[in-house]
């Protein structure tokens, strides 16, 4: 696929299918988080995959939608160090990992906490680490095939604020 059209039709999504995903497109995903770009090189991250359905269900109940846990294939804590740079590195890692997973045809969705220290708890980390972030993967219940439009389709369709609302020039 096209990295801008991927870009651009690339959407969150709840809905998921209940098809495994395959062990290699899992290792694509993890991969492309791994390798993404890091301040320094300093690469403090790490991926919790949570396979165990009674840790997924306790880890359910600490994010703002449950049910985005509850109905993933691959769930995915990111977890780094507390700090900026850390923080914007797991930024960077999340999306490469999403763009990874729609070039495969699996979708995503990011998981938000109310609570990370309550999240953290659960995935039995130390006090030195952060949960950023909590990533749901599936096949989507409903296939939606990027290429059925153009870009310029998708970046309309995607209920943003206006160019020229987001871009300035001094």
Known sequence: MDTYL?????RDWRNFAGRAIPADVERRILEAG????????????????????????????????????????LVVAVVTPPGEM????????????FLA???EGVVSVPN???DRDATG???????????????????P???????????GEWIAEANREAFDQIVERR
């Not at 980390?125 to 950023?132: A, F, I, K, N, T």
């Open 6 to 10: 991927a870009i651009a039709s690339k």
């Open 34 to 73: 791994r390798v993404s770009s890091s301040a320094n090189n300093k690469q403090h991250r790490r991926f919790v995959v949570v396979d165990d359905p009674a840790l997924r269900e306790r880890l359910a109940q600490t994010v703002y939608a449950p049910a985005n846990v509850l109905g993933a294939t």
């Open 86 to 97: 850390p923080a914007f590195d797991s930024g960077r890692a999340v999306e490469n990992m």
């Open 101 to 103: 997973a729609w070039n």
């Open 112 to 114: 938000g906490m109310g």
């Open 121 to 139: 708890a659960v995935l039995g980390l130390g006090e030195d680490e952060v949960v950023r972030i909590v990533l749901s993967f599936g096949y």
């Open 141 to 151: 219940a409903k296939p939606r095939d990027p290429e059925s439009r153009s870009t």
